[in-house]
């Protein structure tokens, strides 16, 4: 079944706790992106991937880094979490940028 | 600076009624979107347009480039299309998205 993955679904933590939200797709897709949710303010891009080993910063990278060394996988990590990164957080990907996107499941960080 | 904005944002409906949700955009672009959100989170794809109409059931989605402006339409809504309904659009310089704040639908019985 194509799709893409991601986890953990839920994850409570501390500031500071480094973190990492996986993400992986099994459609061979070039472009990958995350994405965070908040009310009020909609969907925002945080960082995308063109392809393996490039990436570049979206509207709100502040606070995340990723990596794309496989096609299939684009972590998303959080070096010292902060309460303002509290949100729902989105994994997509499609065959090239503009096409049409599949999303993850989400993830629901809560930073405390 | 919001490239994307959608009306209403809040839509209440009854069962049957017809529905139009509209998206306007402000940058130049390579397609718009139409996403789905349902309660719990999911979202899918409904459309991809870059120009024209598509159909798909009872949703219909139209696109006018020149006027920087879409459309969502249902026809004789269910409760099962109550969601959040988001526009996007891929600008054609960069590989971004952006998106509206969403319009969130309810259809009564």
């Known amino acids: 079944e194509a799709q893409v993955t991601q986890n953990p679904r839920y994850l409570i933590t501390v500031t500071g706790k480094k973190l990492t939200v996986t993400c992986s797709q099994n459609m061979n897709h070039e472009y990958m992106s995350w994405y965070r949710q908040d009310p009020g303010l909609g969907l925002r891009q945080i960082y995308y991937?063109?392809?393996?080993?490039?990436?570049d910063k979206g509207d709100v990278p502040e606070g995340y880094k990723v990596s794309r060394k496989e096609k299939r996988n684009f972590p998303l990590i959080l070096e010292s979490p902060s309460p303002n990164q509290t949100s729902l957080y989105f994994c997509a990907s499609s065959f090239f940028s503009g096409g049409e996107q599949y999303f993850g499941p989400g993830t629901r960080l809560t930073v405390t | 600076k919001n490239e994307v904005e959608q009306s209403p944002q809040n839509l209440t409906a009854q069962e049957g009624e017809f529905i139009t949700i509209n998206c306007s955009y402000s940058v130049g672009i390579s397609a718009l979107h139409w996403l789905q959100q349902h309660p719990g989170g999911g979202i899918v794809s409904l459309f991809m347009l870059s120009s024209g109409k598509k159909k798909h059931g009872r949703l219909i989605a139209t696109i006018n480039i020149q006027e920087k402006h879409s459309s969502l339409h249902i026809t004789a809504s269910h409760p099962r299309d109550s969601a959040v309904y988001i526009c996007a659009v891929s600008p054609n310089t960069g590989n971004q998205f952006y998106f509206g704040t969403g319009t969130s639908l309810t259809v009564i019985p």
């Open positions: 991937s063109m392809n393996v080993e490039v990436t």
